[in-house]
């Protein structure tokens, strides 16, 4: 068995995972909850496997090195960090209503890393920039940031959701009755606003670091750079907004969902449409 073929096999659990978290919470039913909880566990031990034998499989090919080098592997990566963040948090917090978003964004990631023509899934040896110490602390920091933006995101579309639907007389009926309040969305979104801003911190430190070690400086205001800069800016402006304004509710939700779009720019328009020093990310 390949890494290519588990780490494929990932991409139809992580989506059963979805249906069947968004069936038991449609129809009020724990025990699809259970599976999709399940579910998502198997695929991260299965993911987890599979990124471990595709990094012994670059050994063998004479490559030897971690597997965050290029899209596809960052993809996985991204796949992986999502479910762990969302379920470390679902085990914490005790509620298994939230996993439909993380599970769908992991299957989408998995999905197009596994199917898009324009990823190269084939292990590569590492171009002469990727070759630092730096490679590990920088990706694993910022794609943990990006991850729990992620999960952020789902809390907020489920926040805005739930908001509208305590209008009902019983809120506690419906298709989001399962879900838990508007409150404690708010609350739940805001730790992981704060968890993915201090990491998504931490790799633009560790960016720049290894920035001035391979090109001499450490901010050279590159696509990337720049974009992952906007990306803080406006985590950082929903935590300000919050704690020193008192924003709480619909403009901190929309506030992380503008975020998250800026997310998806940074790693996916940045890398096809914008050329700079990361223009390698694409392969």
């Avoid at 724990?30 to 999709?36: I, S, V």
């Avoid at 489920?158 to 009902?168: F, G, I, P, S």
């Amino acid at each position: 068995m390949t890494s290519s073929f588990l780490l494929s096999l990932t991409t139809f659990v992580f989506l059963f995972s979805a249906i069947f978290y968004l069936s038991g919470t449609i129809f009020r039913f724990q025990p699809l909850l259970k599976a999709g909880a399940f579910a998502g566990w198997a695929a991260l031990i299965a993911q987890t496997a599979g990124i471990g034998l595709r990094w012994a499989e670059s050994y063998r090919m004479g490559y030897g090195h971690i597997p965050l080098a290029d899209m596809y592997e960052s993809l996985v990566f991204a796949s992986w960090a999502i479910m762990v963040i969302y379920l470390v948090f679902e085990w914490r917090i005790g509620q298994r209503t939230l996993g439909v978003f993380p599970a769908l964004f992991s299957s989408l990631a998995m999905a197009y890393a596994s199917f898009s023509k324009g990823v190269d899934s084939k292990i590569q040896p590492l171009v002469p920039a990727l070759k630092s110490n730096w490679l590990i602390a920088h990706v694993v920091t910022c794609f943990l940031g990006y991850s729990a933006f992620a999960v952020s995101f789902g809390l907020s579309a489920l926040y805005l959701a739930r908001r509208k639907h305590t209008e009902n007389p019983n809120p506690q009926s419906g298709v989001l009755g399962l879900l838990p309040s508007a409150s404690q969305l708010e609350w739940f979104n805001y730790q992981m606003v704060l968890f993915g801003f201090l990491w998504l911190s931490v790799g633009i430190i560790t960016g720049a670091v290894w920035a001035n070690s391979a090109w001499g400086t450490y901010w050279s205001w590159d696509p990337k750079e720049t974009w992952s800069l906007i990306t803080w800016l406006i985590y950082a402006a929903v935590l300000h907004a919050r704690n020193l304004k008192g924003w709480k509710g619909q403009k901190t939700a929309w506030l992380s969902i503008i975020g998250f779009g800026c997310v998806l720019f940074t790693y996916f328009g940045v890398n096809f449409l914008l050329s700079g020093l990361h223009s390698y990310a694409r392969q």
